[in-house]
């Protein structure tokens, strides 16, 4: 077939990945970009002089080993650093967890709970066998499930035939991840507080709502899906922070042939007199003319905002004005004269209680409370934290001596009930940096500058609509054959060469690439190589 001309809106990590396929194949690929970066949600900064740092995302173990070999990222500046340990998680009493994501991690629980210890094996063996199970589904799209087609049928085949591989008990958990709120679940398999307030911790993630939240399960499986070198559990740091890796995708898909044009804020999708993809009109009012639009923008944007009223069916336009995507999460960045000295584990030179993801939720409840403030219109607080000092890691990202600390913060709604988030700003570095300090009280005199990027601010400079960094909810009716709507889970659209390629379609969000590869070879199903 001819080549076409290819309008990718959006350069985030599953924009670009999309774009380097697409080009590959002999398409004229355009990739426009409303900031003035490429990276999207994956995007490095220096938000202070000096420093560099990860605005958004913040730390990696979903990219996709097949992308960075595909487009030779290595060669273009990527490298990541595996964090060792994984997780330091201190607790008011003095007392931590230390979790290298081994077999050292039974120790560890044991400080707690030797029953726990024993049983932690067993429980993540559990979750690496259900993510055997679901990892062949990510780079495929689901069938539909009302599909009749022979590839629908063999893809719900298959699908069934997996899961009778799994052994019963496997399957009935698999249900539970599911269905259930993640405390629900640990409380079958720990006693432990601190041990499952760690894990409540890391299920919530991104989640709009509390630890008995249905489905808040399943994104316990992000810890198996992924890995660095070889270990899956762990996260790594990525050199230079998270704009590495869009960087390098970008150059790799120029070397192909993609043009990229940043501050190029898209308007809507245009359409000729016959009613087919004509082109996009940016903000500017220039057009650009192209048959067929990528959209890593998210859906509510692309569906709601881009296209001419009247463009979806109804069923579809009703069922999008419903789509779940309100986000509570913040982030709080730190430039530090000093690492932090715990009083759990003291010291100001690097050490193990720095190089790892850092956890503030002392126990299930305190989670619990902190959205109980969100779901009534306000910042937690005390809210929840996770940190990453990135420059222990990686020196380069932080002038000598000085180091840069990424706060991952929980929970703020959307819209509040009283005030502004502007005005908010100050209130939010102050708890989270009062948060933090009950564990290492040098902090507050370290902190050299702050600066918070709030769910408002993620939604208007980062396009994550409603402040969802996942681009919807992450729950059982918004994943898999439902993301983001049953009948559409393929990356096509009730439009004609109107494709989705970002985290609200399946597999969802997190920095792995899949919804862009995916997206591609549907593309490529449909046109096929220019």
Known sequence: MPARDIVVIGAGHNGLVAANLLA????????????????????TEELFPGFKVSSTSYVSTLLLPRIVKRFELERHGYRVIRQDPAFFVPFPDGRSLTLRGN?????????????????YHAFHAALERIGAFIKPLVLKPPPRIDGRSPRDLWGLLQMGLAARRLAPADLQMFVGLASLGIADVLDMWFESEELKAFLCS????????????????????????????????????????????????????????????????????EFDAAGRIDGVRLKSGEVVRCAVVVSNATPRRTFLELLPSGSLPEE???????????????????????????????????GPQHRGLLNFTPTVDFIEQAWDDCKRGAFSTRPTVEACIHSVSDPSVAPPGKHIMTCFVQYGPRHLASGTWE????????????EMARYAPNLPRAVMARHVYT?????????????????????????????????????RTPVRN????????????????????NSAHEVLRDIGKG
């Open 24 to 43: 590959e194949a002999g398409h004229q690929v355009t990739v426009l970009e409303a900031r003035g970066i490429v990276g999207g949600a994956c995007v």
């Open 103 to 119: 077999d050292d991690d039974a120790k560890e629980i044991a400080k707690f709970s030797k029953k726990d210890a024993e049983t």
């Open 202 to 269: 890391q299920a919530v993630i991104g989640a709009y709502g509390g630890v008995h939240q249905p489905g808040t399960a399943f994104l316990l499986l992000h810890d198996v899906l992924g890995g660095v070198d070889g270990s899956v559990g762990v996260w790594g740091v990525v050199v230079g922070g998270m704009g590495t890796i869009t960087r390098t995708l970008a150059d790799a898909g120029r070397e192909r042939g993609v043009t990229i044009r940043v501050n190029a804020p898209v308007a809507r999708i």
């Open 316 to 350: 579809f336009e009703r069922h999008m004005r419903g789509f779940k995507d309100l986000g509570a999460s913040l982030k709080v960045h730190l430039a530090l004269s000093e690492l932090p000295d715990f009083t759990a584990m003291p010291g100001k030179s690097a």
């Open 423 to 434: 005005g908010m700003k100050e209130t939010v570095a102050d708890r989270v940096v009062a």
């Open 455 to 491: 769910p408002e601010d993620l939604e208007k400079e980062f396009g994550l609509t409603g402040g969802n960094i996942y681009h919807g909810a992450m729950t059982p009716d918004q994943l898999f054959a439902f993301r983001p709507m049953a009948g559409y889970a393929d990356y």
């Open 498 to 517: 109107l494709y989705l390629c970002g985290s609200g379609t399946h597999p969802g969000g997190g920095v792995w690439g899949a919804p862009g590869w």
